[in-house]
């Protein structure tokens, strides 16, 4: 490594949470972990089965004990283990929908068991958003729901079961994403509110996080005016240390998001420039995202090493950083026994199916469906989820194969109209208000045929006139899927 002092070099990888592509650790990741990098976090590339998985992390702690191993399980819209099928559970949405935390707990349980049941010992998850712009393109059902007490009760239930299972909670975004309208994966959102509507609205799910004993909270790359400036919370010292530190009380370990992610690498100016401003914020654990390579990594450490050898960075604030990163991963090695196993075995899939009943409303009343014509509105999938199946198209019975998928644009009334010959309509679909053309679509086939929708997205306060139905399932997964398929008699 050069003139580069190894001890220092070490300091540094145990702050960085690194990823590859692939079902197998490459030998560059692996020597990594050796040399102290703090650990991975696992994609759905580098996921094809249980025992894969098993393989893959073992090889992952055969390299270091003490290795954090991470992944994005939510359940939900956003899922590493179902991402070729779906998730079994409900997301946030749902759960927060169910009215009972209780269940929200069973759930994220269930889903620590899956975890630990493959050696992942670290979640990025729950997302303890309020989601109070409607419109958010980013986090909807991922959000428990747009009132701060029943986002704060089941946060705080998510992050016990998930920590009852020997894996490690990150209450996230931090200070709180759910008022941007835009995706910080693209772009820097602004959320233009006071601390006064911090405190009353975005902050106590993170409190909650905190008094339930979460390991770690996740910062967001949204910039608040009045409180960051021009930067990013991940940037920002008010932010990261004095609000969450001072204020709230938090000892734990602080995640950036993925400083890949434009939120953040555009205002740097790279991805690994956004390391050292993380840093001296308070950040202890830099996520670096999804692209990583052997290079990229040395790149941060020795952005880092120049900063330290320069007086921009504290060596003990570096210090301090790693500290805590070790402490996380400290408990979240100790707290599992990596077993080898399975994941979404008969119970979690049952488990989540009954969760996903408890969270459909109906609005209207249900017309006879028996000879129902099925419409799914095709949808993009935000970055976050990636390509994940979702809706009922892909579950219902053999009896409705004359259902079809369409671009709600690219179809008309009268052409959904001969198609179903007079039967009564079916349309569902994701955020179905800001699909294009989906408002006019549905209201011009409500206004002569017996029309039901049903919304697996976010529900805004959009309600089509003339429709007999407004199903809301909160979420597009298997088990909301099935379950809206038997409220409507179809399954």
């Not at 994701?430 to 408002?439: P, Q, T, Y």
């Amino acid at each position: 490594m050069g003139g580069i002092d190894p001890g220092l070099r070490r300091t540094v990888l145990s702050t960085l949470l690194a990823a590859f592509h692939g079902p197998e650790a490459p030998g560059w990741a692996l020597d990594l972990v050796a040399d102290g990098l703090a650990g991975h976090v696992l994609f759905g590339f580098n996921v094809d089965n249980a025992t894969q998985l098993s393989a893959l992390t073992n090889a992952l702690r055969q390299a270091r004990g003490d290795v954090l191993i991470g992944i994005d399980e939510e359940g939900g819209d956003v899922t590493r283990l179902g991402h070729r099928n779906g998730s079994p559970y409900p997301g946030n949405g749902a759960l927060g929908a169910t009215g009972d935390p209780e269940l929200t707990a069973a759930v994220y349980r269930s889903i620590g068991a899956d975890l630990a049941a493959v050696g992942v010992n670290f979640n990025l998850a729950p997302s303890a958003d309020v989601n109070s712009e409607s419109d958010n393109p980013i986090i909807g059902t991922r959000s428990f729901g747009a009132d701060p007490a029943v986002v704060s009760i089941h946060t705080a239930a998510a992050v016990r079961g998930l920590q009852e299972s020997g894996v490690a909670a990150c209450a996230k975004h931090f200070p709180g994403h759910g008022a941007a309208n835009a995706d910080s994966h693209l772009e820097l959102p602004t959320v233009d509110v006071t601390l006064d509507v911090l405190r009353e609205r975005d902050l106590p799910p993170f409190a909650a996080a905190i008094a339930a004993g979460t390991r770690s909270i996740m910062s967001a790359h949204i910039r608040i005016p009045s409180l960051t400036g021009d930067l990013p919370a991940t940037f920002s010292r008010r932010m990261l240390t004095e609000l969450v530190r001072d204020e709230l009380g938090f000892t734990g370990a602080i995640v950036t998001d993925a400083l890949e992610m434009q939120g953040a690498a555009r205002i740097a100016g790279g991805t690994y420039k956004a390391a050292v401003p993380a840093l001296l914020a308070g950040a202890d654990l830099l996520c670096i995202g999804a692209d990583v390579d052997a290079a990229l990594v040395e790149l941060i450490v020795a952005e880092v090493i120049a900063a330290v050898d320069s007086g921009e960075l504290p060596l003990s604030r570096l210090e301090q950083a790693s500290a805590r990163a070790l402490d996380l991963a400290k408990w979240a090695s100790a707290a599992q026994t990596h077993p080898a196993g399975d994941f979404t075995g008969s119970a979690g899939v049952d488990l989540g199916i009954a969760v996903a009943r408890r969270a459909v409303t109906i609005e209207g009343t249900l017309p006879p469906l028996d000879d129902a014509f099925v419409v799914q509105l095709e949808s993009a999938h935000s970055i976050a989820e990636g390509p994940v199946p979702w809706g009922i198209y892909r579950h219902l019975g053999a009896q409705f194969d004359d259902a079809i998928r369409v671009e709600a644009a690219k179809a008309t009334a009268d052409q959904v109209r001969a198609a179903a010959h007079g039967r009564p309509i079916v349309i569902a679909g994701r955020n179905v208000h800001r699909l294009a053309g989906a408002a006019d679509l549905i209201t011009a086939l409500a206004a002569t045929d017996t029309v039901v929708v049903v919304e697996m997205g976010w529900p805004s306060t959009w309600r089509p006139v003339g429709a007999r139905a407004f199903l809301t399932t909160y979420g597009g997964t298997r088990a909301n899927s099935r379950a809206a398929l038997e409220a409507l008699g179809l399954a």
